[in-house]
Every structure is written in structure tokens, then in C-alpha cells.
């Protein structure tokens, strides 16, 4: 069995300094770690219980099977506060049909990110006899 001791997602943007702004200004995400130098350097935020880094140059834009899922507090405030920041909105929080408060955004090069509020009666949350 692989013995997993840490994890982290990689981003590679067609623009670095682009979504350097984004996750860390506009998202707000705090840095764990910078390596390099220049335009092309690395960037690793805190992304809850992972990571998340940007790193290098990719020419095309990345594969639309590549999601990030983030769960936040209150869904409905990040709405605002991503909305005053100038976050293009994909789509406004909505209660899923399997119990979720999911919105949809992106990243600049179109990476589909969903922020999901995981409500107090929620399986996910709340398990019957245990």
C-alpha cells in the first residue's frame, strides 16, 4: 500500500502572474511556500487540508476534467465577497439535489471551481446512531 504522507494539486496557467492574483488576491488564499524565481515561479497556497500549487507555464489551456472542489463555511458570504472582489460568477449558490449549497467559478484559465456549504443536517456532516 502507498503510504501517502502529504498531497497537493497542481496547476499549470497559461498566465502565472494572472492566477497568482487570482487565488491569492482576488480568492484570498494564504501562501504556504514560494520557490523560484521570475514570472514562472512556484507558488504553494493553503487549500484547507491540501494544497494547491501553481507552478510553471502551460501553453494550452488546462483539461475541462480538471475541478477543484472547495468547502467553505457560508457559501451565500463567499458569494458576496467574491462578488465585490470582481470574481466572475459561473453560477450563484444553488441547493443541489443531493443536499449540497454548491456556486460555480473559474479560475482565468477556466478551471471550473465549485465552492460547496455542506449544511448541519447533511449526511456528509450528521451520521444517525453514531
Do not use: C, N
Not at 55 to 63: C, L, N, V
Not at 77 to 106: F, N, T
Amino acid at each position: 500500500m502507498v503510504h501517502v504522507l502529504g498531497s497537493r494539486v497542481l496547476l499549470r496557467p497559461t498566465d502565472p502572474e494572472r492566477s497568482r492574483a487570482f487565488y491569492g488576491g482576488q480568492l484570498g488564499l494564504a501562501v504556504y511556500r514560494e520557490f523560484g524565481t521570475g514570472p514562472e515561479r512556484g507558488t504553494v497556497y493553503f487549500l484547507g487540508g491540501g494544497f494547491l500549487e501553481l507552478s510553471g507555464r502551460s501553453d494550452p489551456a488546462p483539461s475541462p476534467a480538471v475541478r477543484l472542489w472547495l468547502q467553505v463555511a457560508d457559501v451565500g458570504a463567499a458569494h458576496e465577497e467574491l462578488r465585490e472582489k470582481g470574481v466572475g460568477i459561473v453560477r450563484p449558490p444553488v441547493k443541489e439535489p443531493w443536499g449540497l449549497i454548491e456556486m460555480w467559478i473559474a479560475d482565468p484559465d477556466g478551471t471550473p471551481i465549485v465552492l460547496v456549504e455542506i449544511p448541519a443536517e447533511h449526511p456528509l456532516r450528521f451520521r444517525p446512531g453514531i
